[in-house]
């Protein structure tokens, strides 16, 4: 938890959307074979220079580990073993087994099993130590996680003091003519191409758009990781604003 007693975090609107363990897990994992191809599809392989990016900008410091949550199919924790070089244990943790298994033939593939650890676990409860990580990264999860209070929380434990979070979300770009534009794609083609290649009971390319839409971003997701006791706070936006990456520090222990 936070070294400090953190502030009432601020009002999040309820999301519309059905955003259960069971519901998300489920989900992900009919999904999961075709993950990997719809992101670099459907962001014209943007998605990549994103995670590049959040390495660059939050980068690893050798034999500091790093905890990557809501892992997926492992791509984030991967960029941050290639940039480490292999001078610092990655830790990938997800709660869908499906998107683990995927992963885990991208860690044997890239040769990174002796690096990069996958484990299956929630973001609510990470199933590893506090004060440990010197980077704590999510792409692309922390709106699926059923209580974003919960998970900001559990990544500032897992964080060492002076350590820092990391969160590559989906924002909603605010210009006059790409906004609209980028609102129609998101809204009509993206859940009609999605369930076209990766048809699933549970309508995943429509949960995207609403969830994003729905999830804080911009100051008011700084303002929310502000009162979980995060420090020294930045928002970079990607890509005329499609993506933002958040960092935040947790605070160095008080003598």
């Known amino acids: 938890m936070p070294l400090t007693e953190p ?73 941050y073993d290639k940039v480490a070089r292999g001078a610092c244990p990655v830790v990938g943790v997800d709660f869908t087994r499906e998107m683990l298994a995927v992963g ?56 060492r003091p002076g350590g820092k979070v990391a969160v590559l979300e989906f924002s909603r770009p605010r210009g006059r003519i790409l906004g609209p534009l980028y609102l129609a794609f998101f809204r009509k083609v993206l859940p009609r191409v999605g369930q076209a290649i990766a048809p699933n009971a549970d309508s995943a390319y429509h949960y995207l758009p609403k969830t994003v839409l729905e999830f804080p971003d911009g100051q008011d997701l700084l303002d929310l ?5 995060l420090v020294d706070l930045e ?11 958040y960092v935040g520090v947790k605070p160095a222990a008080r003598s």
């Open 235 to 245: 928002m970079h936006p990607r890509t005329f604003g499609i993506a933002t990456l």
């Open 225 to 229: 990781m502000a009162s979980r006791g």
């Open 104 to 159: 885990l033939k991208k860690v044997a593939k890239a040769g990174a099993g002796d690096r990069v650890a996958l484990i299956e676990g929630d973001a609510q409860h990470i199933p590893v130590p506090a004060d440990t990580f010197g980077v704590v990264s999510v792409a692309f999860g922390l709106r699926n996680v059923s209580d974003t209070v919960a998970g900001i929380d559990e990544m500032v434990r897992a964080a």
């Open 7 to 79: 502030e009432t975090a601020p009002a999040t609107p309820p999301s519309s959307e059905d955003k259960s363990n069971r519901r998300v897990r489920r989900m992900f994992g009919s999904i999961a074979k075709r993950y990997d191809l719809l992101n670099h599809l459907l962001s014209l392989n943007i998605d990549r220079s994103w995670r590049r990016f959040t390495t660059r900008k939050v980068p690893p410091t050798p034999g500091v580990p790093v905890l990557d949550v809501c892992t997926g199919t492992a791509d984030l924790a991967l960029e």
